[in-house]
C-alpha cells in the first residue's frame, strides 16, 4: 500500500541554517506529493505540492523536488529563521484529495 | 472567511463516557473529512464525505465510533463509549471536491480527547 516515511525529530538549528527534511514514499500510480506544515497551536495547512515527476514546488523559502527515480520528496530551506519553528508533514495523494501523511518532523529554530 | 471550526478544543473524560466532536467547514466545501492524530504520528483519514454521503469510512471503528453530516454541511464524531487509546486529537478538514484532487485540504485546529 501507499506510505510515507519521513526523518524523526526533532530537528534543530540556528537561525539561517539551512536546512533539509527528508521524505521517501511508497505508492502505486503517479501520486501528488505535499508538505503540510503545522506551526504552535494552529491546524495543519498546505505549504507546497508538486503533481508530477521532477516537479518543484516552493513557498515561503521552502522548496521540495518531485523525484521519482528515488521515491523522495525533500524538503530544503536555504536560510531558516525563528519563525519556521514548526512540525512538517509530509504526505502524498493517490486521488480523491485521500492524502497519506508520514509521521511528521519537528523543527525547532532558535535565535 | 472562516476557516474550518472544531469544538470543543479540549474534552477529558472518564473510560466508557461517551463524547461528541463537531466541525464547520469552510463554506462552499463539500468534502469534509475527519482524521485521527495520534501523539508523535501523522494524521490518519477515519471518513470522508462528499455533501451528505459518507464515501469512505473504512478506517472508521465501526462499533464505537459514528459520524454524521446530515445536511451536508457541519459534522459530528461521536465515540461511545470511550477507552483509554481513544486519546488523540480529532481533525477535521474540508475541501472542494475536484476529482482526482489537487490535495489542498483545509484543516482547523483539532479537538484534544484525554481518555481517563
Known amino acids: 500500500g501507499n506510505s510515507v516515511t519521513q526523518m524523526e525529530g526533532p530537528v534543530t538549528l540556528s537561525e539561517e541554517a539551512f536546512l533539509t527534511i527528508n521524505c521517501t514514499y511508497t505508492?502505486?500510480?503517479?501520486?501528488?506529493l505535499f508538505w503540510y506544515v503545522q506551526y504552535p497551536g494552529e491546524g495543519l495547512q498546505l505549504l507546497l505540492k508538486?503533481?508530477?515527476?521532477?516537479d518543484k514546488g516552493s513557498n515561503k523559502g521552502f522548496e521540495a523536488t518531485y523525484r521519482k527515480e528515488t521515491t523522495s520528496f525533500h524538503l530544503e530551506k536555504g536560510s531558516v529563521q525563528v519563525s519556521d519553528s514548526a512540525v512538517y508533514f509530509c504526505?502524498?495523494?493517490?486521488?480523491?484529495?485521500?492524502?497519506?501523511f508520514g509521521a511528521g518532523t519537528r523543527l525547532a529554530v532558535h535565535p | 472567511e472562516a476557516g474550518v471550526v472544531q469544538s470543543p478544543r479540549y474534552k477529558i473524560i472518564e473510560k466508557k463516557q461517551p463524547v461528541a466532536f463537531w466541525c464547520n467547514p469552510i463554506s462552499g466545501h463539500n468534502t469534509l473529512y475527519w482524521y485521527l492524530q495520534n501523539l508523535g504520528q501523522g494524521p490518519e483519514l477515519l471518513i470522508r464525505?462528499?455533501?451528505?454521503?459518507?464515501?469512505?469510512d473504512s478506517q472508521l471503528p465501526k462499533d464505537r465510533f459514528s459520524a454524521e453530516r446530515l445536511k451536508g454541511v457541519d459534522s459530528t464524531l461521536k465515540i461511545q463509549p470511550a477507552e483509554l487509546g481513544d486519546s488523540a486529537v480529532y481533525l477535521c478538514?474540508?475541501?472542494?471536491?475536484?476529482?482526482?484532487?489537487?490535495?489542498?485540504?483545509?484543516f482547523g485546529e483539532g479537538s484534544r480527547l484525554t481518555v481517563l
Open positions: 505508492a502505486t500510480g503517479y501520486p501528488s
Open positions: 504526505a502524498l495523494s493517490g486521488g480523491y484529495n485521500k492524502l497519506i
Open positions: 464525505y462528499e455533501n451528505e454521503e459518507a464515501v469512505d
Open positions: 478538514a474540508s475541501s472542494l471536491n475536484l476529482g482526482a484532487g489537487t490535495g489542498e485540504l483545509f
Open positions: 508538486a503533481t508530477k515527476a521532477d
